[in-house]
């Protein structure tokens, strides 16, 4: 079965380029822009097996969202990986904080985005 | 590309074009087949002010605007065209795209490179500098016009 | 496009342009006072986006820049920084030059150091310029930093060691299953490396009343042979560092004394190993968070992972109440498919006009089926038309946002405060109007600052605001945009202007203008003098330019100027340039389009009006001034000069300085909008032709370009010497002559 993915980033170059590194390992990429559409989103398409957000964005950053996602019974456990440039020390204890599974740091590697995924989703 | 360089190749590979042949001021001449996008009834062409005497003006081909030239004014032959029992055969050289008006369309020949010799060398002729080869067909003279020199560039015409 | 990347790198440029848009708004909206801390966000984000895009496609330049910038507004966003005037200006530069770095990227063109370096080492005064440079170094580096969980020690990490064994325990903390990991992908992982076997420790697994749902109760004890070190087994455990109790021990190697060496620390304080009892039978109770025994190579499906119990979920109650501030759907297109549809709408116009004057000319009655039924078509395809129209028509707001830059660069340069103050930049106006927008209103807002406001210490005296203003508004009227460029400053010292036009020998110095006509002088070519060139407007471009370049664009241009009140331009444009309204006229049989927008007025031609002015030539009086008479036919060389002008339907063509020409044509036969079909591409240039159209009956017409054709009239019909208007068209001659 083909591994879905959810990307949220308020960057469509990220998105562009996340939906890139997915598509061409056979990963089914969704892409939302923000933390609130990104919930939309959730509720439009099948469960995704994981999801890839950023952290700065509009409206609702990558914590709320992620904490939203984690609110919700039927995402409690859904692998959720961090993308983002903010490479600041306390990054990594905010994002798992806010119940994170594990982040990469942009720019990032095509190879490992989809190595991280295939150690948080399968 | 030059329209006209496969034409100006006489090395005789023996390959066969398709040309076009049609009447102008009673004269056969021919283009390359490659080069014609279709032919089509005269009209009454709009007139263009401060254009050359060849220069018929412009018709509306489906919506754009062509450019009408009359071939046998071209020709230097000044004969009397009637403008609405003409044909224009609409030619496409490089960018351009161009109404040539004649007499009538005649056939369509295929002429083997081997068959075409370059022009005799008349420097008093006008027409020489038109024609790019000659073939002799059922004893016919057809020549073949080069529509890169019969077409000026929309820069001369600019200036 | 086939690259892939290539392709978002492409749209990375598009999108920065957006960010770079977003950036200046929030900074004008703190500059203005209207800021909130979510502007300050929205700025920081705009940065840092570009800065994200510019990392992974390794634009350093680009990298190094943002990051400054960014770190800068990360100080102001967290209260380290003031906004005060002098810092939002530095940022206002900061955005510009960011704006032109993308620009030297997209276009691959080597950055400008002179105008970046010392904006950045402004940047770096203000975050700390050491702190920042290691910052920015890491940072530009952009290592895609595994985060370690630096259980190797030193000395241990050998990658070399042949075959070695390790052990590695593992016990799950209850957080490691709530941030949504899952042991088994973590196997797997460790399989990829080697040969992997796990036993599950369920030694403290409570009786199943006792059970908490929300405990990890299970551990595992891995088996690892590997080639990889110990920094390879590591990242398998990267993101459940601190979420779970783990212990990497090699067991056996090739070079076993360094086990002996350097022993292992033992992690989460428990060094006691369980006894490896292979698998154990697990509890098969869905919230507990187990899986088998793994063997390498065959890995069963864990029914009860968290994935599984995600997918057997039911779909979640659809929400359909989108935000207000939803993220609109956008398409990109490429632009020619856009004009081909336009050419296609303007077919349908087209054909729709023919179609109807067939039916009448048929003679069907008016209230016929076929006649209602053309009606409503005529009106689909109008809404069509103007919906095509609308695809192509893009907010003015790109442009405003350059011309915010012009004004500081232009006030920066001569010392003056001058605020920008726009309004309508979400009117929406035709992509090429827009790009050719640009130049005339940089030169006309670079004159409102250097010579229409005043100096500041000026200003003050005279009871005004010190700091200048200049205004750039857009609004829609009648079917047409009008774009006003407005200053607050002195007014046209319109005793100046006169005695320049004068010294220039533009005007007679004994001609009796009225203020308009003196404001209007500034338009003339060869107006604009050395003398009042400053190092920012005197580029050798003159308001006339401006007024050409408007005009091109089917537009006029206006002027007021009130003294000690300011100056406002007023251009009026059409909405796109796929379409103009013009007036039908018949002339020796051909039939013509002249813009409306070049005809003042029209009017029958009376004998009294008429006066001989040489043997060929003809002037007509209207309301006491002479204007020369042009005869179109004769001037497209359609006909003869006629003996007698009288009776005949005259044109008067002008410009906002006057009338230019008479026109004369045999008839108006109708005023409408029409397709422009270009002629140059097709043909060439024809002097005094704009364009060409095609009405209703399918033929041709040209359009007529009324400036040109009395630029370039022969003079049969026209006087050779009408004062200053001779030498205003003798200059628009030459200058068009060298283009």
Redesign the interface.
Known sequence: MTMQVLAVD?????R??VR?ALTAEGIEAHVA??G??GL?V???I??P?AIITDI????MDGFGFIDAV?A?????????LVLT?E?AADM?DRA?EA???????????PA?LV??L????? | MTDSEAIKDYSGDGSVREYLSFLVGGQDYCVDIMQVREIRGGAKATTLPHSPSFMRGVINLRGTVLPIMDLACRLDMHTETDTQRNVIIVVATGERVVGLMVDAVSDILAISHEDLQPPPDLPADQQRSFVSALTIMENRMIRVLDLTAVVPSSDEEAA | MSDPMAEIKASFFIECEELLEALQDGLQSMYDGEGDAETVNVVFRAVHSIKGGAGAFGLDGLVGFAHRFETALDDLRSGKLDTDPHLLKLFFTCNDVLGDLVRECRDEVPHDSAKLDPVLAELDTLIGGVQSEDQTAETVDFEVTPLSLDLSLDGQDDETVSDPIWKIRFQPGPMLYANGNEPLFLFRALRDIGDLSVTCDHNDLPPLAELDCEHAHIGWTLTLETTEGRAAIAEAFDFVEGLCTLDIKQKETGSSNLEALVPLPPLGGDAEWPADNGAPDLPRNDQVNSAPTIEQGNFPEVAETPAARLEAAPPAERKTGAGAAAPRATVRVDLDRIDRLVNLVGEIVLNQAMLSQSVQAAGIPPNSPVSTGLEEFQQLTRDIQESVMMIRAQPVKSLFQRMSRIVREASAAIGKDVRLRTDGENTEVDKTVIERLADPLTHMIRNAVDHGLEANDVRERMGKAREGSVFLTAVHRSGRVVIEVADDGAGIDRDKVFRKAVEKDLIPADSQLSDGEIDNLLFLPGFSTADEVSNLSGRGVGMDVVRSAIQSLGGRISIQSEPGHGTTFSISLPLTLAVLDGMVVNVAGETLVVPLNSIFETLAVTQEDLRAFGPSTHVVNIRDSFVPLIDLGAELGYRAPLDDYTGGVVLLIGQEDGLAAAVVVDAIEDQRQVVIKGLQESYGRVPGIAAATILGDGQIALILDPIDLITQASGRTRPKAPRHQISNHENLNSSGAEE
């Open positions: 308020d960057s469509r170059t990220m562009d380029m890139l822009e923000d609130i559409h939309e959730l509720e439009e099948a469960p097996d700065n964005m509009p409206r984690r919700k019974e039927e995402f409690r456990s859904v692998p959720i440039t490479s990594k798992r119940g994170a599974t594990g982040w990469i740091v942009k720019p990032f590697d490992k190595k991280a295939r150690m948080v989703a399968g």
